[in-house]
């Protein structure tokens, strides 16, 4: 440490004038001698002369190399005795010295510093896929602490618990108790939100649909309107019997082009159904068609489906969501009501691929949505396959016996 601050000590007088350019002006006198517009001092003791113009140009030219001569040996001398004396420190004590001696190359002759450090290298850019899989997995994934699964006391942190499920009994009572509690409508309705499972084999997916069904106990008196497209006066006044709003045949194409016509569903016999291929695009899901039920030659039982049922439809990509009751309606109505709505969504996707519905929530119109327990409520697979299996082990354990 005393070494170091006698070279501070001793670079002392060198840092002022270091790197400041002295002033080569002629027009103002200095200590030593100065120039004016006429006349020059040739020095203190000696006469005052006369000097013209080409001789004063001259001197100056002179005096001004002599200055800066004198200036930049100068600035060598002390650069090099700080280097010399603070090289060790020059990084903490001095900083951007090394940029002030870089930016004068031609007053003084010193090479800048060599780095202290090296630029990294970029790595060479890999266009293949399994470098994208490589970062992902490289990537830290966040833990989660497991959640507990029953609160003790009545007032807890929600998402420090699991979400409880309940029966479908127990969360209808439920409801009903809210109801009461809240001094809501009794008459309100009853909602499900349907989380699904649409993937397939692979890549493939169910795609969204949308389907009507008829549910054993009505909770409303709202009929839908169905048209029918038919030829023959026949069936035409079969349809007009049961409740059909429009009936007709190739004349209505027209009027619903230009939506003067205008119902809820469109039902048609097998017959006329190379007729309206006009109306494909604008019925869309509407169009009627034999996997909808919309196409077939039982009028009545058409109709009943169509004016008495419940549609409903995926929303996004795999929720579904739609009334199924009225909340004064006896519990087991309800609950048949809403195994009918989910054996039916069930029907859209094989069993074998595992269960369709993932996730079931009830809630009525006033009231928060409780989780239910799909045990009991979901259609099972059949085991045929087991059962086959089980024959041919009993075959084939008899055949050794009668040989």
Same mark, same amino acid.
């Given at each position: 440490?005393?070494?170091?601050?006698?070279?501070?000590?001793?670079?002392?007088?060198?840092?002022?004038? @270091?790197?400041?350019?002295?002033?080569?002006?002629?027009?103002?006198?200095?200590?030593?001698?100065?120039?004016?517009?006429?006349?020059?001092?040739?020095?203190?003791?000696?006469?005052?002369?006369?000097?013209?113009?080409?001789?004063?140009?001259?001197?100056?030219?002179?005096?001004?190399?002599?200055?800066?001569?004198?200036?930049?040996?100068?600035?060598?001398?002390?650069?090099?005795?700080?280097?010399?004396? @603070?090289?060790? !420190? !020059?990084?903490?004590?001095?900083?951007?010295?090394d940029q002030r001696l870089a930016a004068a190359p031609a007053l003084v002759s010193l090479t800048p510093p060599a780095r202290p450090y090296a630029a990294a290298a970029k790595t060479a850019k890999k266009g293949s896929r399994k470098t994208k899989q490589e970062e992902?997995?490289?990537?830290?994934?966040?833990r989660r602490w497991p959640l507990m699964s029953k609160p003790v006391d009545d007032v807890y942190l929600t998402w420090y618990y699991e979400r409880p499920s309940y029966d479908v009994e127990e969360a209808l009572g439920m409801l009903k108790k809210f109801q009461e509690l809240d001094f809501t409508n009794?008459?309100?309705?009853?909602?499900?939100?349907?989380?699904?499972?649409?993937?397939?084999?692979?890549?493939?997916?169910?795609?969204?649909?949308?389907?009507?069904?008829?549910?054993?106990? !009505?909770f409303t008196d709202e009929m839908n309107k169905v048209l029918v497209?038919?030829?023959?006066?026949?069936?035409?006044?079969?349809?007009?019997?049961?409740?059909?709003a429009v009936v007709g045949g190739v004349e209505l194409i027209k009027w619903i082009l230009e939506d003067e016509i205008q119902v809820d569903f469109y039902v048609a016999v097998p017959a006329i159904m190379p007729k309206l291929i006009p109306l494909r695009s604008k019925l869309k899901r509407k169009y009627p068609s034999t996997k909808k039920n919309s196409m077939g030659h039982d009028i009545p039982k058409m109709l009943q489906l169509f004016r008495e049922g419940l549609e409903y439809m995926v929303e996004g990509e795999r929720l579904i969501k739609t009334r199924i009751a009225r909340l004064d309606m006896p519990t087991e109505q309800i609950v048949a009501n809403l195994k009918t709505v989910i054996h039916d969504i069930c029907t859209f996707k094989p069993l074998t691929y595992g269960p369709f519905v993932?996730?079931?929530?009830? !809630?009525?119109?006033?009231?928060?949505? @409780?989780?239910?327990?799909?045990?009991?409520?979901?259609?099972?697979?059949?085991?045929?396959?087991?059962?086959?299996?089980?024959?041919?082990?009993?075959?084939?354990?008899?055949?050794?016996?009668?040989?």
């Open positions: 440490m005393q070494a170091a601050a006698r070279r501070e000590a001793a670079a002392a007088p060198f840092l002022g004038n @270091l790197f400041r350019r002295p002033n080569f002006s002629c027009t103002e006198p200095r200590e030593t001698g100065g120039f004016s517009s006429g006349q020059l001092k040739q020095g203190s003791a000696g006469p005052k002369s006369v000097i013209h113009s080409s001789d004063l140009v001259s001197n100056k030219s002179e005096a001004r190399k002599g200055i800066e001569e004198s200036w930049r040996n100068t600035v060598k001398d002390a650069s090099r005795y700080l280097i010399r004396a @603070l090289a060790p !420190r !020059r990084g903490w004590i001095f900083p951007g010295l992902t997995k490289k990537k830290k994934v966040t009794p008459k309100q309705y009853v909602y499900i939100n349907v989380s699904l499972d649409m993937a397939l084999q692979k890549k493939k997916k169910v795609d969204p649909f949308a389907s009507t069904v008829l549910l054993p106990y !009505r497209f038919t030829e023959d006066e026949q069936e035409a006044e079969i349809a007009r019997e049961n409740g059909a993932q996730k079931l929530v009830i !809630r009525s119109s006033t009231s928060e949505g @409780l989780l239910l327990n799909l045990d009991g409520l979901l259609p099972q697979v059949e085991k045929v396959e087991e059962k086959n299996a089980e024959d041919d082990e009993e075959k084939h354990v008899q055949e050794p016996v009668s040989t």
